[in-house]
């Protein structure tokens, strides 16, 4: 009876709310619905987002999982296989364009719209090439993204090293800059000693001192000869 | 070979003498220098002076500055270089630079035909960990260098660490074979040496020289190089030939344990004279910024 007396009491407190309360339920349903509707929507637009525009760090650990992959296949794929691998990951990873001007100096607003055209495409072709030649062999090493820091005038310096067993780490500090709203490596240094001057104090040395055709010339003989002496 | 110390007597006189003469030389080489030096510090030293060169570059060929006409003069292209710069483009004073080339030659058939392969077979003799050992006991033996530099820059949290270091290394470390204060407590060695402690009271660099055997340097480092003489211990080793041995020893041990950097440095080289020459003052400079 008692339990009869408690069904009684809870339909009729069913049936009472039912009745009562209807507008209010309707206007939590719908609250309910939009609010799902809206986590929905800024799911869906947040997730292209994090997909399509990732981090300075982010950047840095697809390249070195590429670069480690090159490294660990390096016998198996060869120079070309390895020259390959690195291309399309070195073309999205790297402000390749901003690169090569940076590189020439002053140099590069002399030079006409096709020849800028033929150095980049040289320059990026030596770029891949370096690496595809100097990251031959794997004997356990790691690469670990340590932090991120900045940006300090647009720059993010991202800290990564490649740790050997037995052996003392080697520090790699990448600087990326944010160009058409893409985090891009534009410079890396290593032991205080920017890449990007460095190559810059030599593709200047040799402009001035042999001229621009030179120069991409001997950029082409190197890359000749990563392929040569580095294929396998 | 004897290896002894020399506390007192005419060891150390003749390792002073043997000092004072290389420092003379240096001093007055800095003096016949001098003009040199003040040659390469003004505005028109060598980085303009080499545009003027490229301006001057023969008919046909393929000097861009000279192609294009008046819109890619050296001044009016440098007006243009400006937020979209990464790094700088610095000139690096090189007015000694036939002697530089050549000594650059003279090092670099050196480390390929005659340092490499020796190199090659003191690895295959002496494992890795040997040879980390020795240079380990040569880095000890150096502290004086680098507590001294710490002080003179007024860095007494890098002196204690060199000093702690010592203590640690000498003794829990064999005397310095393994470095045990790096590996157990996180204490890294202070590369001090007297070049950057001359930067830090703000002495420039004066201008690159390349010596032979040792490598590129600058005015500065040279004479830092000849301060920090004073302060290694091996080098009041007598007889002379003792202290010069055991300098090419640490020298020869070091190499040896990175000896296909230079390898890999040349090869990826478009200029390697060039490179080297820049890659030698940013190093150095960064050791200056770090401070």
Redesign the interface.
């Known amino acids: 009876m008692r339990a009869g007396e408690r069904k009684d009491c809870c339909y009729n407190r069913g049936r009472l709310s039912r009745s009562t309360d209807a507008p209010a339920v309707r206007r939590k349903g719908l609250l309910l619905v939009s609010g799902a509707l809206f986590l929905v929507c800024a799911l869906i637009s947040s997730l292209p987002a994090a997909i399509e525009k990732p981090g300075p760090a982010d950047v840095i650990k697809r390249f070195n999982s590429t670069l480690l992959e090159s490294m660990k296949k390096a016998d198996e794929l060869g120079y070309r296989g390895r020259y390959n691998l690195l291309e399309p990951i070195i073309r999205d990873s790297f402000a390749l364009s901003f690169m090569a001007?940076?590189s020439v100096?002053?140099?590069w607003?002399?030079?006409?719209e096709e020849?800028r055209k033929a150095f980049l495409k040289t320059y990026t072709e030596w770029t891949i090439a370096?690496y595809a030649?100097?990251f031959d062999g794997y004997s356990g090493e790691k690469f670990e993204t340590v932090s991120e820091s900045g940006p300090e005038r647009g720059?993010v310096t991202v800290l990564s090293k490649i740790i050997e067993p037995?052996k003392d780490s080697v520090d790699f500090y990448y600087?990326l800059r944010k160009m058409d709203n893409k985090w891009l490596i534009?410079?890396i240094q290593m032991?205080?000693?920017?890449q990007?001057?460095?190559?810059?104090?030599?593709?200047?040395?040799?402009?001035?001192?042999?001229?621009?055709?030179?120069?991409a010339a001997?950029?082409r003989k190197?890359i000749e000869a990563f392929a040569k002496g580095k294929e396998q | 070979m004897k290896t002894r110390f020399q506390g007192n007597g005419s060891g150390r006189q003749t390792a002073g003498r043997c000092f004072e003469k290389i420092s003379l030389g240096l001093v007055l080489m800095f003096f016949l220098l001098l003009p040199v030096i003040v040659y390469a510090e003004t505005p028109s030293s060598s980085g303009a002076k080499e545009g003027a060169v490229a301006g001057e570059a023969g008919p046909g060929g393929a000097d861009i500055s000279k192609k294009d006409g008046a819109d890619v003069t050296d001044a009016a292209a440098e007006k243009e270089t400006g937020p979209e710069e990464i790094a700088p483009e610095e000139s690096i004073p090189d007015p000694l630079e036939p002697w530089n080339r050549a000594m650059f030659t003279f090092n670099d058939r050196l480390y390929f035909w005659v340092m490499r392969p020796v190199s090659k077979g003191y690895n295959a003799v002496f494992p890795e960990p040997v040879r980390v050992s020795v240079n380990n006991f040569f880095s000890n033996l150096s502290t004086p260098v680098r507590f001294v530099n710490c002080l003179l820059q007024a860095q007494l949290k890098c002196a204690g660490i060199e000093l702690a270091r010592l203590s640690v290394n000498s003794t829990i470390g064999f005397g310095g074979l393994f470095d045990v204060a790096r590996y157990n407590w996180h204490m890294e060695k202070q590369d001090k040496d007297f070049g950057q402690t001359l930067g830090s009271y703000g002495i420039k660099d004066g201008f690159y020289i390349i010596w032979p055997f040792l490598g590129p340097s600058s005015l500065r480092d040279t004479v830092g190089m000849v301060g920090d003489g004073y302060l290694t211990p091996w080098d009041y080793l007598t007889p002379w030939y003792n202290a010069a041995g055991a300098d090419a020893g640490n020298y020869f041990n070091e190499n040896a344990l990175t000896i296909d950097d230079y390898k890999d440095f040349k090869e990826s080289a478009i200029e390697p004279y060039v490179a080297l020459r820049d890659a030698f003052f940013q190093h150095r400079q960064s050791l200056y910024k770090k401070e």
């Open positions: 001007d940076q100096g002053r140099y607003r002399g030079l006409k020849e370096t030649a100097r720059i037995e600087k534009v410079d032991s205080g000693v920017s990007l001057a460095l190559t810059r104090a030599q593709f200047v040395s040799v402009i001035k001192n042999k001229g621009f055709n030179n120069l001997m950029l190197k």
